[in-house]
């Protein structure tokens, strides 16, 4: 009974320490669509201020769809 108390309280725990916390997949996503929108949707200079290839940055956008 106490091995299932310290669980739930485990569960409990993670979950008010990790409420609003986004994901690295989350966080990548959200940051490519800023510099995006900052670059007014230009691809390539995006991906140079990203300082990743074109084609790097055109598979993470379809990865994320």
């Known amino acids: 009974i106490q091995l299932g108390a310290a669980r739930m309280q485990s569960?409990?725990?993670?979950?008010v320490f990790t409420a609003g916390i986004k994901t690295l997949h989350?966080?990548?996503r959200d940051y490519i669509a800023h510099v995006l929108r900052r670059c007014n949707g230009n691809r390539s200079a995006a991906a140079r201020i990203l300082g990743i290839g074109r084609n790097t940055l055109l598979r993470k956008l379809k990865k994320s769809e």
Request: proline fraction near 0%.
């Open 11 to 15: 569960a409990v725990c993670e979950d």
């Open 26 to 28: 989350e966080l990548e």
